[in-house]
């Protein structure tokens, strides 16, 4: 039978990685699909997708919101995994709480990225806003981390997979605390937020499970697009 070309866009964050991995194994082919994976930032991935340049599009679940809400209407295909949203809250050894940020340096992600938006929503329900941190980084992890090792940045929030490569890199050369994100606060954010659990030596130096933030990610595809 004919195969049916597909372009999914997406970035190399470790929680896309099922995508390329089915690629590579042959699932997609073995089902009728010719997938091309083309690498787009989440900010312009929307757009990708309303032009028809690319058919669906790996985020997570509030920027897929953000998209219909803006006029991109967009359908879920399924739910990949769950993010967990501030496994990344990783901390200098002086940082005990998120109340201990106040007046730190704190790394939040690239501008309007689904890390970034997560850090605004667990900041306000913490009782926070940008404005009670001494400064505002937009960085990706890997800068975060190296700012954090030069001893240039107290605190960065990832949002990513369990284990997330940057943060145990960082964790294996630095002492940090990862900081608890309390169910309560979750509570307080409500949907698309669930509480989940850090498990205990997930990270270096981490000896005790730890409460975090999790939301889910999908691959979505343009309600333009037919069944």
């Not at 985020?59 to 991109?72: F, H, I, L």
């Not at 926070?128 to 990706?140: A, I, N, R």
């Not at 990270?203 to 939301?215: E, F, I, L, S």
């Amino acid at each position: 039978y004919a195969e049916t070309a597909v372009t999914i866009g997406m970035s190399g964050w470790t929680g896309f990685a099922p995508l390329t991995l089915a690629k590579q194994a042959g699932i997609f082919e073995k089902n009728g699909l010719k997938v091309e994976i083309k690498k787009i930032p989440q900010a312009s991935r929307h757009l990708a997708m309303a032009s028809g340049d690319i058919q669906c599009a790996a985020t997570t679940v509030e920027t897929w919101v953000a998209w219909s809400a803006n006029g991109g209407p967009a359908t879920q295909i399924f739910q990949r995994d769950k993010s967990y949203g501030a496994d990344g809250l990783a901390v200098r050894n002086d940082v005990k709480s998120f109340a201990d940020l106040k007046g730190k340096s704190l790394s939040v992600g690239a501008p309007k990225s689904g890390t970034e938006l997560n850090s605004r929503a667990i900041l306000a329900a913490a009782g926070m806003s940008y404005k009670d941190l001494g400064k505002v980084e937009y960085l990706p992890f890997a800068e975060s981390v190296d700012l954090m090792k030069n001893r240039q940045l107290n605190a960065t929030l990832q949002s990513a997979g369990l284990g997330v490569a940057s943060l145990k890199d960082l964790s294996t050369s630095s002492e940090i605390n990862v900081v608890a994100v309390p169910k309560e606060t979750v509570d307080k954010i409500g949907s698309p937020f669930v509480s989940v659990i850090i498990p205990a030596n997930t990270y270096t130096g981490q000896d005790k499970d730890v409460p975090t933030a999790a939301v889910v990610n999908y691959l979505v595809t343009s309600s333009a697009v037919s069944d």
